[in-house]
């Protein structure tokens, strides 16, 4: 009897696992445009142009962001080890990158004038692939207080 459960779960797993497959790591590759009408914005938030490109090359992945007329980089190792970063923007940063499942969490330090801000983002893909959800979680910042938002990308 015991035998025969664990072969009808190891079907089911097995079942399940096969009718839906993983997304490639890769998938996350490509240019995402914001979609402010599914995006759920903090309190101090702007819907401007708002795109990012995403180009993962284990372990390494490189964010470009052009945000409000600026262009911001990142290239964060995915190996949960916090590194200082070069970023184009001013203040000395700090991040580190991982996967949760099939989420990439970068969690991100910045020296901005007499402070500093930390936050997490963590990017997850839609199950076809074609939308990118970032969620912020803005821990700490000299200008704001905490605060959380949810933005959605759609593949271009």
Not at 4 to 10: C, D, F, L, N
Not at 15 to 43: D, I, M
Not at 78 to 85: I, P, S, Y
Not at 96 to 118: F, H, L, P
Request: proline share 4%; glycine share 6%; with cysteine.
């Amino acid at each position: 009897m015991k035998n025969a459960v664990v072969r009808v779960a190891t079907a089911l797993i097995l079942l399940v696992s096969c009718a839906f497959p993983q997304q490639p790591r890769t998938a996350f590759n490509g240019t995402w445009k914001l979609a402010p009408q599914l995006s759920k914005f903090g309190p101090y938030s702007n819907q401007a142009v708002d795109v990012y490109t995403l180009n993962l090359s284990e372990p390494k992945l490189e964010i470009v962001h052009l945000f409000n007329g600026e262009r911001q980089w990142l290239e964060v190792v995915l190996d949960g080890k916090e590194r200082n970063v070069i970023e184009a923007i001013s203040g000395a940063t700090s991040a580190k990158g991982y996967w949760d499942a099939d989420t990439i969490v970068v969690e991100k330090r910045q020296a901005i004038g007499g402070g500093s801000s930390t936050w997490t983002m963590r990017y997850s893909l839609s199950a076809d692939g074609k939308v990118l959800t970032i969620q912020h979680h803005v821990l700490k910042s000299p200008v704001a207080p905490a605060f959380d938002e949810e933005r959605v990308y759609l593949r271009q």
